[in-house]
């Protein structure tokens, strides 16, 4: 069975760095794409950013362009999401998900199969 273990969520200052990372077991990791995500108390969801599978596809949000960046170890099974300049709209729990290579939008959660149990980020201003 796949599972999905998200860590290094903490609290930081506006305009300080952070980094993420999601570990995968069962399954391996060069077979998937991968995801972030993140969701605020009383909102829905939202995506953050991902890459497909291959590298080919990459996909951030507008909100964090410039700012976040996806990237992964296959020979760790990790992915790790690097966020810098942080703002305090960026605080949220942060979830790690993977999907089956497809051709659908990278944002479309409804295709990602597998999900962790999601990591906090606080940003204080």
């Known amino acids: 069975q796949v599972q999905l273990v998200e860590s290094g969520g903490g609290a930081v200052q506006a305009g300080g760095s952070l980094r993420l990372s999601c570990v995968v077991s069962g399954g391996t990791l060069s077979r998937f794409t991968m995801g972030w995500f993140r969701q605020v108390p009383g909102n829905e969801r939202e995506f953050v950013v991902a890459v497909s599978w291959n590298g080919i596809r990459a996909l951030s949000a507008d909100s964090v362009k410039g700012r976040f960046t996806i990237s992964r170890d296959n020979a760790k099974n990790t992915v790790y999401l690097q966020m810098n300049n942080l703002k305090p709209e960026d605080t949220a729990v942060y979830y790690c998900?993977?999907?089956?290579?497809?051709?659908?939008?990278?944002?479309?959660?409804?295709?990602?199969?597998?999900w962790g149990q999601g990591t906090e980020v606080t940003v204080s201003s």
């Open positions: 998900a993977a999907r089956w290579p497809d051709s659908s939008g990278l944002e479309l959660q409804r295709q990602y199969a597998y």
